[in-house]
């Protein structure tokens, strides 16, 4: 006679089997953060049974969805709740997060480069920057593009602060 404990694991091996299957056809690809949230829907807790962690219920789909040439997206905790609403778990699409920053930053730097009333170091150049675009972008990225750009101007920085 089999035991609740075995009958368990082979019930939670067989909704993973489905569901990988499931996304084998129609997909491409699994997403650990969807896996979870319809596996566990599925299965019923039982509290005679110790909880199945997310970090093993990953590993169990992950192993079964390479096993079967699908790609993995570890996105667990990536995407908050949408205003309580469930998200739509049929998508084609892993989660894509919109950039924060839509100003034009090499836009700005050409318009500040073109100004050529006013001899500017790399960091005025820096600082009019994040004033005018609200960038949080690294300094070291705001000057390399800034180089580049005064490369391709003609411009010549100052060295001093």
Do not use: C, W
Request: no cysteine.
């Amino acid at each position: 006679m089999q035991q609740p404990r075995d009958i368990a694991a082979r019930r939670l091996s067989m909704i993973i089997e489905q569901y990988v299957e499931a996304r084998k056809r129609h997909f491409g690809f699994v997403s650990t953060d969807q896996a979870a949230r319809v596996i566990r829907r599925t299965l019923k807790p039982d509290p005679s049974e110790p909880a199945l962690s997310d970090h093993d219920l990953d590993d169990m789909v992950a192993a079964l969805a390479v096993k079967n040439g699908l790609a993995v997206i570890f996105d667990r905790g990536v995407r908050g709740p949408a205003n309580g609403a469930e998200a739509d778990l049929n998508r084609k699409e892993p989660i894509m997060r919109a950039p924060t920053e839509t100003p034009d930053v090499a836009g700005a730097v050409d318009a500040i480069l073109s100004d050529r009333t006013a001899q500017l170091s790399m960091s005025a150049v820096i600082s009019l920057l994040r004033e005018r675009t609200g960038t949080k972008r690294s300094d070291a990225d705001l000057t390399g593009l800034i180089a580049k750009k005064a490369a391709v101007l003609d411009v010549h920085l100052s060295g001093g602060a």
